[in-house]
């Protein structure tokens, strides 16, 4: 909605239309607004001084009458237009990239419409390189996975066989014990009684032939045959004895003790080809986890300079028009930080904002010798460049609760409070980076005695008025109160009635 200028605003004549920077602006408005209060006021003072000391005649219409009045205090600031809601758009690109394309500033886009292209030669040379280096990956990584399915069936293999070796050895030690042992045992006992039967028959023919060869009855030659048949029966029955006694003592012992040692020889060989398999796997499977990792990492390499190149065209998230962004003001930047076509940016670095404009704010920066006056929710009125005739109204939204350093090097002493002032909804179709002037209702006096503010003036340090003593003008000294735009308030010094020039 827009409004005309109260009457105490349009007694101020608007600033002319500047092209310097608004931080720029705002300070040497404040400035050349002070320094025009106190000159007028000097002038005045002249003005007086002149006309008590040539006596100049004095009409009616030169004067004022003192008396209660009601006004408000406006404090004026100068100040840019901005949309309350913009969304910044940044460079994602790593390190600095050359801006090739660039979208004209206040072009109107579309949600997709292309804003930015970054030079992306560097990442396609990296997407290539990756590239390479993922394909050796891919095949190490296969030959690799081969290797590992190859060692895991020869450690199955070889498992297999130990475990083999083990029931061999068991089924041979239970051969002996449960077979061949007792076959032995039985044989050496057979051999025994056959030696003790050919013994005793033995034994039996020689005490014939004794008899025998005492009569004469058999040759000398056929009795020592007998004899020795005996003896060799007896040696034949002690050779069986000892026989099945070193078959008890001895060879039973020994190849009992070998089976039982073959059988664990058999388990352990096989304890350690089951771990010498299993570090051969692992062996392997950490060969094949190490090719992964780093195929996975050439991969991700590669899928973020692809999302680099992706992000070399910058598209709009959403619908609205372009303002390319100044960071601390356009004057400020050189040729090497303007967002323009050729110049190189870096990664997170603000290219251009796409502003909201259903909600604007103006933006001010205040004077620290003035905040104590502003408060949230107080009403302000604005007027805005290149819009004559046409003023908004807004609200106090906001105050920075620390000041503004932004341009402190330039002035270390200077400190400034951002102060937002949201417009109440209008149909103007308005534009971010515009120059705004912002008049503060900040106090409404009611009932004061007030003179206009063009009567007081400003000499040694105190404020005078001249008023009417006779024919005659003389000065007063006056203390002021709060001064709005036409009016100030007059605590002492005056009396209502008084007539003042």
């Known amino acids: 909605m827009t409004q005309s200028l109260t009457s105490a605003a349009a007694d101020t004549p608007a600033p002319p239309v500047t092209t310097t920077s608004p931080a720029r602006s705002r300070r040497r408005w404040s400035y050349a607004g002070a320094a025009l209060a106190v000159l007028a006021l000097a002038v005045v003072g002249f ?109 199955a293999s070889d498992i297999r066989k130990a475990k083999l070796q083990i029931e061999l050895a068991e089924l041979e030690l239970k ?37 025998l060869y005492k009569r004469d ?141 259903s909600e604007m704010i103006v933006v001010v920066r205040v004077h620290e010798a003035k905040t104590d006056k502003l408060r949230l929710g107080q009403r302000a009125v604005v007027r805005v460049e290149g819009m004559p005739g046409k003023t908004f109204t807004g609200t106090v939204t906001k105050i920075a609760a620390v000041a503004d350093t932004q341009n402190r090097w330039l002035n270390p002493d200077l400190k400034e409070y951002e102060t937002h002032i949201t417009l109440d909804p209008t149909d103007a179709q308005l534009k971010p980076g515009v120059t705004a002037y912002v008049q503060i209702e900040v106090e409404t006096v009611e009932n004061v005695l007030a003179v206009p503010v063009q009567s007081i003036y400003a000499k040694g340090g105190r404020r005078y008025v001249f008023r009417q003593n006779g024919d005659e003008p003389e000065p007063v000294p006056v203390k002021v109160g709060a001064i709005g735009t036409a009016w100030a308030e007059i605590r002492e010094g005056l009396r209502e009635g008084d007539r003042v020039l």
């Open 175 to 211: 051969k002996y014990a449960e077979g061949e042992w007792a076959q032995q045992l039985k044989d050496a006992q057979i051999a025994i009684d056959q030696a003790r039967i050919n013994l005793k028959r033995r034994e039996e023919d020689y005490k014939s032939a004794q008899e």
């Open 47 to 155: 003005r007086a001084v002149e006309w008590a000391r040539t006596t100049r005649v004095v009409t009616q219409a030169d004067k004022f009458t003192v008396g209660p009045r009601s006004f408000s205090v406006v404090l004026k600031e100068k100040g840019e237009l901005q949309a309350a809601k913009a969304t910044e758009i940044t460079c994602e690109v790593e390190g600095r990239s050359t801006i090739i394309y660039l979208v004209p500033e206040g072009t109107a886009v579309k949600k997709g419409d292309l804003l930015v292209e970054l030079a992306s030669d560097a990442i396609e040379d990296r997407i290539r390189q990756a590239e390479l280096r993922e394909a050796n990956a891919v095949a190490a990584y296969e030959a690799a996975k081969a290797e590992l399915d190859i060692q895991r069936d020869r450690n």
């Open 217 to 357: 009855f058999i040759t000398k030659t056929q009795y020592q045959e007998d004899e020795f048949n005996y003896q060799k029966a007896k040696w034949d029955l002690e050779k069986a004895l000892k026989a099945k006694e070193v078959l008890e003592s001895y060879t039973h012992v020994a190849a009992l003790r070998k089976r039982e040692s073959d059988l664990e020889e058999a388990k352990k060989e096989a304890e350690r080809v089951i771990k010498n398999a299993e570090a051969l796997e692992l062996q392997k499977q950490r060969n094949l986890e190490g090719k992964k990792k780093e195929l996975d990492l050439i991969r991700a390499e590669l899928a973020k300079y692809r999302a680099q190149r992706e992000k070399c065209r910058i598209t709009a998230p959403t619908q609205g028009f372009v303002v390319y962004y100044s960071g601390g003001g356009r004057h400020f930047m050189s040729n090497d930080t303007q967002i323009r076509e050729g110049a190189t940016v870096h990664e997170r670095q603000v290219l251009m904002t796409l502003p909201d404009t």
